[in-house]
Structures are given as C-alpha cells and as structure tokens.
C-alpha cells in the first residue's frame, strides 16, 4: 500500500514538474522572440552631437589685401554648439542576436559670430554658413538580453557623409573691410566611423524604445582654395571631427 502511493506519489510530482518546466520554457522562448523575431525592422530618432576634437578653422599667420593676419583656431564647438541630428534606418536580423543595419543621418546647424582674429590693428570676426551634413551608414549590431523586455547592444559603423560648401563672411570693422570668402570649405563627401552601445526597451511586441551612446570620427573637408599665397592655407588642416552622439529612438519590426 504504502509502496503504490508512494509510485503515484512520484508520477503526480514528474508530471507537475514537467509542465512547470514546459510553461518556464514557452515563456522564456517566447521573451527571448519578443521584438526580435521579426526579419526586418525600421527606427526612427533625434540626437545631438557634442563635439570632442576638430577646427573649423585652424591658426594661422599671413597677409590679406596687404594686411597682416593673424587667423585663431575655433572648434566646432565654440562656433556651431551641440547641434541636433535626424536619423531614420532599418536593419535585417540575421540571427536572434545579430542585425545588419543601414542608417540615413541629417544634421543642420547655425553658426554663432565669431572672432576669427586680427586685421591689421583691427579685430577680425567670421559669420560662418550653417554647417549641413547628409550621411549614410553601414553597420552590425549584437544584442545581448538583459532581462525579458530589455537587451543591451553594440555595434559598429562605417559609412559616407556629404557636407554642403562652407561660406564664411569676414569683416573687420576698425579697418572699414568687409568680404566673403565664398567656398571656404568645398562641398565634401567625408568617410565616418563609428562605435555605440545603446538599451532597447520592448513596449510592444513590435515595437521598442531605445537610447544610445557612441564616439563618430568623420575625416576633414575639402581644402581651401581661395587662400594661395597668403600663407593661410593651413587654417583648415584640423578639420577632422571627433564627436560623441547621443540618441534617443523607437523601433518597429516587422516580416517573419
């Protein structure tokens, strides 16, 4: 007797343990899928940039209509501030954890008046055109769960960004001059690097929000070409832009 409750006993205990381990599978299984087990996904998002390194001008020493000329070097920074950005993607899963993504950027930026330096024994002052950029990016990310709805990721890019032709107005008012120097920087298409890590939220099935980190390294524009002769030709020779991004975004998926 005791021998037979103690083997109903046993199989009451498999079967409920089987079903419980069945229902801890499906509702991991089905976690892990949530938000990924689209093929496909589109995202939209702003950010700022905030500048690290880079000149829009750099120093330089020369003569201009026979005037002595002393150029300053100005960042990014102190000219075009933190500067906000537009981007739209979509990626293609590979697996549960590996996207393949492509990303258009848009960045438009107004410049402040700034002092260039000296005109003889005038201050020089530069109005600089706004700075706008149009890139396009290549890159691959990994996701790693965190917990049911949230994953952590990193990923690489690669990419092209065209950089419209960069005017600047000059005056020095003490010395009654006043003039541009169209096409201080030529239109540029200008290679991109770039790392981010970022957290994706699922609120939905087919949707996430996330937000996101990175360092972007784009190279320098296009050299001056007004400028011979003057000894100034080096103010753009710093033009290469280190900048640290910062995204915030929603994700939608979509396909099987």
Known sequence: MIRRFTVVAMMVAAALGAGSAAQAQATATQGARQGLDATWSADVAIGWDNSISGNINSSAIGRLNDQPVVITKNSYESVYGTGLHFRVGGGYMLNEVMELRATFSFQSLDADLTRMGDYGASNLYGQY???QSLALDFGLRHYHRVSPKLRAYGEGEIGIAVIDETDVFLSAPAADFAGRASDFYDRTAAFAFGINAGLLYQTHERIGVYGQVGLRWMTGMADVDQLEDTSLETINDKSARTT???????????GN
Not at 244 to 254: D, E, I, Q, T
């Open 244 to 254: 640290f991004p910062f995204l915030l975004g929603v994700r939608f998926g979509f």
């Open 129 to 131: 055109q706004d700075y």
